[in-house]
């Protein structure tokens, strides 16, 4: 096939992505369309201390990212978790993660590009239809995937355009609303009480995991940031706290401006009518149309680095490693990912990807957290950034993903169980090849 290279010893990927290039696409992944939909379900659960669970939110955020900043700065390959897994356990726990991460990235964004969907017939009716809405996912999809074909530089570029176009419509909504709840107070709202009983934290800090989870998918495309061993921790702690600030921001704006806010389908739209009038309508509409094209284009520019590392280890097939002469892209890995991204998204549903995505996280977590100790071990002088107290962040890290996965459902445990399933054949399938490489080394035997 022309153009193709699946030897990767001449061609090296590009390292175009600096540190605030970083922090843009871990902000671009975290913050999608839940944003728009999130506020109602924690205020259905927490009531008038919702926002309280942003910040239990993003301090198990950050705890992880502790951990995660100690093990990112000792690689400068791509692969990410998947990676660190590698190093620290072998490659059986490896290739799981690698499936959970790979399977998860592709839900969530499928999920998010129907919401996509679903807001665009506020302007386009006609995307209800099966033929335009297949129509349109395959035109969003591919845009993406070409300029992603095409180079990691204008990858970058479009995501951050898309980043600072979310947190600009974002502000304009928090500022608006703040500015009525001072201007007018007459808008102001009584959040309803809710009993904050144990099970309600527990369920609305899942959905936190939810809501910040994705600044580890950033870590995939390390072989293509300039500098990762030193950006990673600086670009970590921006995105989470950028993060935190709009989530409280915006959950505050909601709970005080929309009476039953947690009986809300659509919170954001609904608060924004009481402050912006009919236009705020539009305004939101729109804003959740970038917030999801962006985290979109987010995960086309990392998802696809994780086969790349999968198949440049041996862990996948070798053309998933292929590099592009010209573009420098792992184009063959960025085709497939588009191929299935398009697929899920068609004839996808949006709970189950919901619900795959938040167990392969949790477990994805603790490995990370895990691992920390173990490369410690294994490698002792590495260069690296040295968390100080790791054993506290690890034990918290543990912890806190041990308590959250009590909460799955018995779906939850059977989806886990057909991933598992998947990883473990593709660990089979590379234990066979291994050996046969190793039956052609030795030669044929006399009898």
Same mark, same amino acid.
């Given at each position: 096939m022309p153009g193709v290279v699946v030897e990767t010893s001449s061609v090296s990927l590009k390292r175009a992505v600096g540190r605030w290039g970083l922090a843009a696409l871990m902000l671009n992944t975290m913050i999608g369309a839940s944003i728009f939909g999130l506020p109602s379900l924690i205020a259905a659960?927490?009531?008038?201390? *919702?926002?309280w669970a942003y910040v239990a939110g993003a301090a198990i955020a950050?705890?992880? /990212?502790?951990?995660?900043?100690? %093990?990112?700065?000792?690689?400068?390959?791509?692969? !990410?978790? @998947?990676?660190?897994?590698?190093?620290?356990?072998?490659? &059986?726990?490896?290739?799981q993660i690698g499936w959970l991460t790979w399977l998860t990235r592709i839900a969530s964004a499928s999920a998010v590009v129907n919401l996509f969907v679903a807001y665009l017939t506020e302007f386009l009716p006609a995307a209800r239809m099966p033929l335009v809405r297949a129509a349109i996912l395959t035109l969003v999809i591919g845009f993406l995937a070409v300029v992603n074909y095409r180079g990691v530089s204008s990858g970058s570029i479009v995501n951050n355009v898309f980043t600072s176009a979310k947190l600009l419509l974002l502000l304009l909504f928090i500022g608006a609303g703040l500015g009525a709840l001072v201007l007018h107070p007459g808008i102001r709202v009584s959040p309803e009480a809710v009993p904050a009983n144990a099970a309600n934290w527990l369920d609305a800090i899942v959905l936190m995991i939810l809501a910040f989870g994705g600044f580890e998918a950033a870590l995939f495309i390390a072989g293509e940031a300039r500098d990762p061993r030193e950006d990673a921790p600086t670009a970590l702690l921006v995105a989470i706290a950028s993060v935190a600030a709009v989530y409280i921001?915006?959950?505050?704006? %909601?709970?005080?401006?929309?009476?039953?806010?947690?009986?809300?389908?659509?919170?954001?739209?609904?608060?924004?009518?009481?402050f912006l009038g009919p236009w705020g309508v539009s305004l939101v509409a729109l804003g959740t149309l970038?917030?999801? @094209?962006? *985290?979109?284009?987010?995960?086309?520019?990392?998802?696809?680095?994780?086969?790349?590392?999968? !198949?440049?280890?041996? #862990? &996948?097939?070798?053309?998933?490693?292929?590099?592009?002469?010209?573009?420098?892209?792992?184009?063959?890995s960025i085709v497939a990912f588009a191929i299935l991204?398009?697929?899920? *998204?068609?004839?996808?549903?949006?709970?189950?990807? /919901?619900?795959?995505?938040?167990?392969?996280?949790?477990?994805?977590?603790?490995?990370?957290?895990?691992?920390?100790?173990?490369?410690?071990?294994?490698?002792?002088?590495?260069?690296? &950034?040295?968390?100080? /107290?790791?054993?506290?962040? %690890? !034990?918290?890290?543990?912890?806190?993903?041990?308590?959250? %996965?009590?909460?799955?459902?018995?779906? #939850?445990?059977?989806?886990?169980?057909?991933? &598992?399933?998947? !990883?473990?054949?593709?660990?089979?399938?590379?234990?066979?090849?291994?050996?046969?490489? =190793?039956?052609?080394?030795?030669?044929?035997? =006399? #009898?």
């Open positions: 659960r927490l009531g008038r201390l *919702s926002p950050a705890i992880v /990212a502790a951990c995660l900043s100690e %093990v990112a700065s000792q690689f400068s390959e791509t692969g !990410g978790p @998947y990676l660190y897994a590698r190093a620290a356990f072998g490659r &059986f726990v490896a290739i921001s915006v959950q505050y704006v %909601v709970i005080y401006t929309l009476p039953s806010a947690g009986t809300s389908a659509t919170p954001a739209v609904d608060a924004a009518r009481r970038i917030s999801s @094209y962006g *985290s979109v284009s987010a995960n086309m520019l990392h998802t696809p680095r994780l086969t790349f590392a999968m !198949g440049e280890q041996g #862990d &996948f097939p070798r053309v998933f490693a292929a590099i592009h002469p010209r573009y420098r892209t792992p184009h063959f991204f398009l697929a899920f *998204s068609i004839g996808g549903d949006f709970r189950w990807n /919901a619900t795959l995505a938040a167990i392969s996280r949790l477990f994805l977590y603790g490995t990370v957290a895990a691992a920390l100790p173990r490369l410690r071990r294994l490698r002792p002088h590495a260069s690296r &950034f040295r968390l100080p /107290a790791a054993a506290l962040f %690890v !034990g918290l890290t543990l912890v806190s993903t041990a308590i959250l %996965v009590s909460r799955m459902r018995w779906a #939850d445990l059977i989806i886990l169980g057909i991933t &598992f399933s998947l !990883g473990l054949g593709n660990w089979l399938w590379v234990r066979r090849a291994i050996r046969a490489r =190793e039956s052609c080394s030795e030669g044929p035997r =006399e #009898d």
